[in-house]
Every structure is written in C-alpha cells, then in structure tokens.
C-alpha cells in the first residue's frame, strides 16, 4: 500500500473534523433517528483521549460505504477543507464510517495525510505505516468490504422474498394500487380509473408533457415528462402481478389494462429530446449570438465527465466582443417549451385505422387456449408434457398481445377533426422532424453572453407565418439505454 508517514506540521494541530455516515435512514424520524449523534458523540469522546481538538461535525446521509469519497458530498468538502489548511483531519466512531471498500479507504488515507491532516478511529492501527499495522488496516478494511456485500446478498434475497409474496418494497405505491393492512398491493378504485385513462390518452397521440401535466391535474402531484414512460412500461398495469429484478409475484393486485393496450403505449419508442445518437446537437443552425450574429456551433470540451464536459453551443468568432456560450441541455429544453407554447397546431395521425378485428380474434383465441392448460384435468391429462405446453400456450398469447399492440400504436385512436399541438407530438418525432417543426416556429433564436451559471437569456425571432402541414405518424425503432430512475 505504501502509506506516508504523517506529518506533524501545524495543520495537525488545527481541529479535526468529526465524520459521520449513515448508509440508509430510510423512514426513521428525525426524534428517532439516534445514530448520526451517537456517532458524533463517540468520535469526540475518542478524539478528546488521544488528545485531539475536534470541530466541525460533516455528515453524509443515506450514503453506501462502497461510495468513493470524492463521490460524496460531505466527505469531498471535508477533504477540500483538510488541503485548504482549514482542518487538521478526520475522525470517525468507527474505520467503516470512513469507508467499506479498500481500495478507497487508502486512497482517502493518502489523500489526508499527504494533505499533512490525521486521520484516526478507535479501531484503526496505532501506525498503519509500520508492516503489521499497514496489513491489519487493510484487513479491517476487507472486513467491512464483506460485510457489506454480504448485507446487500441478504437484503436482495429479503427483496425477492417480499415481491414473490406480494408484498410492497418501500413506501411509494405505484399509482392505481393501495397497500392492504399486510403490505399487499390490491386496485384502488379512485386512481386505478386515472391510469386507464393515461393509456387511452397515450394512444391518442398525447406526448409525455402532456400526460405529466394531465397526472399533475388528477392527483394533486408533482409529474415530470421523463416519469411517465417509466410508469407506462410497468408490467404489473397489464399482468396484475408486482416485478423487481427478475422476480415476479405470485400474488395477483389486479391489472388496470388489457395487454393489447399494454404493449401498444411501449410504441413508438420514447425520443429523448435530441438525445439520441442521430439528434445530439438538435438547435444546430437555430442558435445565433445576440453580439455577431453567427450561428452558435456545438461544442464539446475534452474533459469528459467533468464539468466542463458539459454539451455547449458557443460562438467560435473570434472577433465578436460578447461571444455567447451556453450548456446545450439548457438552451433545448426552454427553446423546445417556447415552441410548444407557440404551437397552433400539428396534424399528427391519420383518421384511417386499419381493421384490427382478425388480430383482437387471434388474441381472443390464443387467450382461451392458454386458460384452457391451466385447468386442473389439463394438468393431469398432460403429465409431463404439461409444462412445455403451458409455456408454448402463454408464448402464443404474448406474441398475439404485441402484434395487436403493435397494430393499436400504428393505427392510434380514431381522431377524425382533431388537431394536436406540438407538446402532444413532441415525444414522438423523430429528430429530423423534431428540428423542422421548431423552425416553422422561429427563425432564429438569439443567445446573449451572461456569466456562468446565470440563466440564459434568449431572443426569438418567431415565423410571421408557420406553414404547417401534416407530419407524417411513423413509430420509429431506437435502441434506448434506460437511464436512473427519475424522480417524480
């Protein structure tokens, strides 16, 4: 490992910082919730012993001991703080408050004492310079490392337990449930109404926007666009049967909708707005800088995964005297709200639906024949073969739910006279046709320089005229990487 040798310099001398780290708080009360103080108290009480003055308490809270220091938010000032001079070091109750992997845990050693600070527990060697003192702190350290995994080995398993049986993991219920005295989910006869009507809304043509504000409206709560397909994808609204992690429930809450309906608001695929590999750069030409101008072309730094990582469209003029830059991510989403706004009206779908009898017929059968197998004298008449029968029955049936979906979301709902706006459309363009319908709605957008991290101001330069014209509907096949689950 290696480890300096700390330095008693002045540094040492300052206060300490006293750390603490709670993995999970979960639904504790903050009167109930003791561990952040006993912690505080007992790496005080250490510190006093040995001699140490201690300061400034840092906590971070619902952060895994697997988390790298600099990735959490306490620990990474407390570090800025011990380099600036500003503290002495670390102390902690325990060497696993520090952290739970070893790897971090020496690089977080060699950071502090490098820095000059100390960085003690009552657990930790005397000198973990010294051989026998550097192996049991990577020991200790190893010792936690398992205890942690073997803790998340036995809180999955505690999970999968929980889902085969029914029973809700967590506090948020999804939305058409409510949670029986025993933790199971059964129809709530009040919401499950709202989430039917979603998927009917979904197959009309309405775009994620429009459907979070439509949840906004029905429940009194906070929705966001990038929320909804997530709740539209969940199979428990079509099976009636809870998923987590490849488990499924053997406990039936009841489904909200058929799996025709299902399976026909998963198409198209959702468009991230400019995000997709062919639409990155989705104001290229639009943008303009209020100084000069020119047109604002992309821009990328090379230090990817910092800050200055960040997408940018920026004026490359040297010789503009206020040359605009800003962050691509911002820049598109109040552009893309101002059109919305804007829009008057987009024809997105035509009044002509196929005949969609001979496939509801194909799902009708294939749904019969597969609840004819799970008969009981089926069971006995088929013996061995029953198994591969019952899955070959059940495959049919999905097969027939797709292609009826799949028919459902090309076809949409019959909207004979109707005309959606752009919100309503917006998620399903593709992003060319994202790109020309803003530019029926401006013909330039102008961005003024402001300091970093102001918001940016805008000028639009709106169409005098806007030739609308119908927008062909054509789901479009993505390959979409889910990202982390938004919160609503």
């Not at 540094?11 to 003791?34: N, Q, T």
């Not at 800003?326 to 987009?346: C, H, P, Q, T």
């Not at 029968?389 to 709902?413: H, S, W």
Request: glycine share 8%; proline share 6%; with cysteine.
């Amino acid at each position: 490992m290696g480890m300096p040798i700390p330095q008693e310099d002045s540094r040492s001398r300052r206060p300490l910082i006293v750390y603490v780290r709670v993995s999970r708080k979960g639904d504790r009360a903050d009167e109930k919730f003791y561990s952040p103080r006993e912690q505080e108290e007992r790496a005080r009480s250490f510190a006093a012993t040995k001699g140490y003055a201690t300061g400034e308490v840092i906590q971070d809270i619902d952060v895994s001991g697997g988390t790298h220091p600099l990735e959490r938010p306490g620990m990474a000032r407390a570090l800025e703080a011990i380099k600036a001079g500003e503290a002495g070091g670390l102390v902690a109750y325990s060497l696993d408050r520090l952290s739970r992997d070893p790897n971090h845990g020496e690089w977080l050693v060699r950071e502090v004492t490098e820095a000059g600070g100390i960085i003690t527990t009552p657990d930790m060697p005397e000198d973990i310079t010294s051989p026998s003192g550097e192996f049991t702190f990577s020991m200790l350290l190893g010792v936690a490392r398992l205890y942690r995994r073997t803790a998340g080995e036995r809180l999955q398993s505690a999970k999968a337990r929980a889902v085969s049986q029914g029973i809700l993991i967590g506090n948020t219920l999804p939305l058409g449930y409510r949670k029986r005295e025993d933790r199971r989910m059964v129809l709530d006869p009040e919401t499950a109404p709202i989430v039917a009507e979603l998927y009917q809304r979904r197959l009309a043509g309405d775009g994620y926007g429009v459907l979070a504000h439509f949840l906004k409206e029905r429940t009194g709560r906070p929705w966001n666009r990038k929320s909804v397909p997530y709740m539209l994808a969940n199979p428990l609204y079509h099976t009636g049967y809870m998923h987590h992690a490849g488990v499924v429930s053997d406990f039936e809450a009841g489904a909200i909708v058929d799996a025709a309906t299902w399976h026909a608001a998963q198409r198209p695929k959702h468009v991230q707005d400019g995000r997709t590999a062919k639409g990155r750069w989705l104001l290229t030409g639009l943008l303009r800088c209020a100084s000069c101008n020119r047109r604002l072309v992309p821009w990328r730094s090379s230090k990817s995964g910092t800050r200055g990582g960040k997408p940018r469209y920026r004026c490359d003029s040297t010789g503009c005297e206020a040359r605009a830059s800003v962050r691509a991510d911002i820049v598109e989403w109040l552009v893309v709200e101002e059109a919305m706004r804007l829009s008057m009206g987009l024809v997105a779908r035509s009044a002509e639906a196929p005949d969609l009898a001979v496939l509801a017929t194909a799902l009708d059968d294939a749904t019969r024949r597969f609840e004819q197998v799970q008969a009981p004298e089926a069971q006995d008449a088929l013996g061995d073969a029953w198994a591969a029968t019952a899955k070959e029955r059940r495959e049919a049936r999905d097969a027939a739910a797709t292609a009826l979906g799949a028919a459902r979301a090309e076809a949409g709902v019959p909207i004979e006279g109707r005309v959606l706006n752009l919100g309503q459309v917006w998620d399903d363009l593709a992003p060319e046709q994202q790109r020309e319908a803003l530019t029926w709605h401006f013909d330039a957008v102008h961005v003024h320089k402001v300091g970093r991290g102001e918001e940016p101001q805008l000028s639009y330069t709106v169409r005098a005229t806007r030739p609308y014209r119908p927008i062909e509907y054509q789901p479009i096949e993505l390959t979409w990487q889910r990202p982390g689950d938004p919160s609503a």
